[in-house]
C-alpha cells in the first residue's frame, strides 16, 4: 500500500528521468573537467528528458539486461547519435550500471523523504496542538489491554509524538549521511577517468546536488540501509499509533473518533457502523515494513566490489518501505485534523472502575504503617467486594474506618481524598510532559525552519 503521491515519485517516468538526470550531469561535469567537448556535453543533456522516450518499453526491456539501466543508455546513446553521432561515443563514459542506478534512487528518495517529512511535520504538530489544548483530562491508562492507572489525555498523545518527532529528527540526520552520489565505475575506482575521477565526482555532485561519498559504496549499504531502518522505524511508531486510535475509537470505547462526515468509515451492511478508516490504512500500509526492512537487510552480502542479484532484490523493497510510510502519515493526518475527542467518555471509564485504579497508591501509603502481609489481605479483600458490588474503592476505605478495620491513623483525610481526586491526578500526569511540550515545539519550529533535503 502507497500513497498516490509517492507512486508519483517511484513511477517507471520518474526513475527514468532522474537516470537522464544522471547522464547529463555526467555530460555536463565531463565537459567541465575537459575530458569531452562541451558540444557533447550539450547534445547528450538536451535529450536526457523521458518525454522523448517510449518509457514502458525501457521498462519492458529491463528484465532482460538484468537492469533498467542498459536499455535507458543504449536508447540515450541511439537518439544522441541520430543529432550528432560524435557526442554519442560520450554517453555514459567512464561509470557503471550501478552508478546510474544507485544515483537515481538517492534523487527519487531525497523527494521521497522530503513528502514524508513535510506531512509527519504536520501530523506532529497536530498532536501538539491536541496536547496544548487539552489541560489535566483524566482517562485510563491501560496495560496488558487492561484497565491500569490514571494517566491524562495530554500524557497519551505525547506518548504518541515523541517517537515521531524523533523519527523526523533522525530521518533528517540519516539522510544527509545516506544521499550520497554513486560513482566508482566498474569496479568503485574511476579507473577510467584517471587523473580527473576527483575532479569529476566533484563536478557531478554539484550539478546533482548531492555530497561526494568518503569512496565508491557499490557493496557498502551500511548507511543507505540505515535509512531504510529508521524508515522501518517511523513504521513502527505510525503503527502503533493507529492501533491504539483504533482501539479508543472501538464503540464500547468510543474516547476518540476519526472526523465526522457523511460516508466517512460507512459499512455497506451495517449503518450504524463508523469504522476507523484512517487508522485502517495507516496499519495496512506498514504492515509488511518489517518484512521489507528484513529484505534489506538480506541484501548486505554483495560479493566482491559488486554483487549478484543484491542490488535488484533491494530495490524491490525501497520504494514500497518509503510508499507505505508516507501512507500511514497521510492516513493518519486525515484521522488527526479534526478528531471527535470524548474527554467525558474518558472520565466515565475511570469512574466506572469504582475507584480500583488507586489500588497500588493505596497500598503504597499502608505498607509502611500496616506491614506487607497485613496491608496485602486488606487490599486484597477490598478488592474482592468492590468487585462483589459493595461499594467503591473509596467508599470501603471510608467504612473501614469507621467501624475500626483500619486505624484512623492510616491513611490521613488528605491521603484519601487525594487518592480519588481524578483532576489531580491528571494534572500531575500533565505535569510528567509540561516541560517536554516546550521543548517538542523547539524541536519542531527548527525543523520547519531548515528544508528537508
Given at each position: ?5 509517492m ?12 537516470m ?9 561535469a ?5 575530458m ?8 547528450i ?10 518509457v ?5 526491456a529491463a528484465p ?12 540515450l546513446?541511439e537518439?544522441v ?7 554519442a561515443a560520450y ?14 534512487m ?10 514524508i517529512?513535510?506531512?509527519?511535520q504536520?501530523?506532529?504538530?497536530r498532536?501538539?496542538?491536541l ?20 494517566i ?5 498523545l ?26 566508482g565505475?566498474?569496479?568503485g ?12 565526482l566533484?563536478?557531478?555532485g ?9 569512496m565508491?559504496?557499490?557493496t ?6 540505515r ?28 474516547e476518540?473518533?476519526?472526523p465526522?462526515g ?13 469504522n476507523p478508516?484512517?487508522?485502517l490504512?495507516?496499519m495496512?500500509?506498514v504492515?509488511r ?11 548486505m552480502?554483495?560479493?566482491h566490489?559488486r ?5 535488484q532484490?533491494e530495490?524491490a ?7 507505505g510510510?508516507h501512507?500511514?502519515?497521510?492516513a ?15 472520565r466515565a ?12 497508591r493505596?497500598e503504597?501509603?499502608l ?6 502481609q497485613?496491608?496485602?489481605?486488606f ?10 458490588g459493595h461499594g467503591?474503592l ?6 473501614a ?7 484512623p ?16 491526578i491528571?494534572a500531575?500526569?500533565?505535569g510528567?510532559v ?12 527548527s525543523?520547519a ?5
Amino acid at each position: 500500500m502507497s500513497s498516490t503521491a509517492m507512486e508519483s515519485v517511484f513511477s517507471p517516468t520518474a526513475v527514468v528521468q532522474s537516470m537522464m538526470d544522471v547522464e547529463a550531469a555526467l555530460a555536463r561535469a565531463a565537459a567541465r573537467a575537459g575530458m569531452i567537448p562541451a558540444s557533447a556535453a550539450q547534445a547528450i543533456a538536451s535529450l536526457c528528458r523521458a518525454e522523448l522516450y517510449d518509457v514502458p518499453a525501457l521498462v519492458g526491456a529491463a528484465p532482460r539486461c538484468g537492469n533498467l539501466a542498459l536499455p535507458v543508455v543504449q536508447r540515450l546513446r541511439e537518439t544522441v547519435a541520430l543529432f550528432d553521432p560524435s557526442a554519442a561515443a560520450y554517453v555514459h563514459r567512464g561509470v557503471s550500471a550501478q552508478d546510474l542506478i544507485d544515483t537515481a534512487m538517492v534523487l527519487r528518495t531525497r523527494e521521497a523523504l522530503r513528502l514524508i517529512d513535510d506531512d509527519l511535520q504536520r501530523l506532529c504538530g497536530r498532536l501538539l496542538d491536541l496536547a496544548e489544548h487539552h489541560v489535566a483530562v483524566p482517562m485510563l491508562g491501560r496495560t496488558m489491554m487492561q484497565p491500569a492507572q490514571v494517566i491524562s489525555l495530554r500524557f497519551k498523545l505525547m506518548n504518541w509524538l515523541m517517537p515521531l518527532l524523533r523519527s523526523a529528527e533522525r530521518l533528517r540526520e540519516q539522510g544527509r549521511e545516506s544521499l550520497l552520489l554513486q560513482l566508482g565505475g566498474a569496479v568503485g575506482t574511476l579507473d577510467a577517468m584517471g587523473d580527473g575521477a576527483a575532479a569529476m565526482l566533484a563536478a557531478v555532485g554539484a550539478e546533482l546536488e548531492l555530497p561526494v561519498p568518503d569512496m565508491c559504496w557499490h557493496t557498502q549499504r551500511d548507511r543507505w540501509l540505515r535509512l531504510g531502518l529508521e524508515v522501518g522505524l517511523l513504521c513502527g511508531n505510525l503503527g502503533k499509533l493507529a492501533q491504539d486510535f483504533a482501539l479508543m475509537a472501538q464503540a464500547e470505547v468510543d474516547e476518540l473518533n476519526e472526523p465526522p462526515g457523511e460516508g466517512y468509515g460507512a459499512c455497506l451492511s451495517m449503518p450504524h457502523k463508523k469504522n476507523p478508516v484512517a487508522a485502517l490504512q495507516a496499519m495496512a500500509a506498514v504492515q509488511r515494513a518489517p518484512q521489507r526492512v528484513a529484505g534489506l537487510m538480506g541484501c548486505m552480502t554483495p560479493e566482491h566490489e559488486r554483487g549478484l542479484g543484491q542490488h535488484q532484490a533491494e530495490l524491490a523493497e525501497w520504494s514500497g518501505l518509503l510508499g507505505g510510510a508516507h501512507a500511514a502519515v497521510e492516513a493518519l493526518n486525515r484521522a488527526l485534523a479534526e478528531p471527535v475527542i470524548r474527554v467525558d467518555r474518558m472520565r466515565a471509564h475511570v469512574l466506572e472502575r469504582q475507584g480500583l485504579v488507586a489500588s497500588e497508591r493505596l497500598e503504597l501509603l499502608l505498607m509502611p504503617r500496616l506491614g506487607r502481609q497485613r496491608t496485602g489481605a486488606f487490599v486484597r479483600d477490598l478488592i474482592h467486594r468492590v468487585r462483589q458490588g459493595h461499594g467503591t474503592l473509596e467508599q470501603l476505605l471510608h467504612a473501614a474506618i469507621d467501624v475500626g478495620d483500619l486505624p484512623p491513623t492510616a491513611l490521613s483525610s488528605a491521603e484519601l481524598a487525594a487518592m480519588f481526586d481524578l483532576d489531580a491526578i491528571a494534572a500531575q500526569a500533565d505535569g510528567r510532559v509540561d516541560a517536554l511540550m516546550g521543548e517538542a515545539r523547539q524541536r519542531l519550529d527548527s525543523l520547519a525552519a531548515l528544508p528537508c533535503g
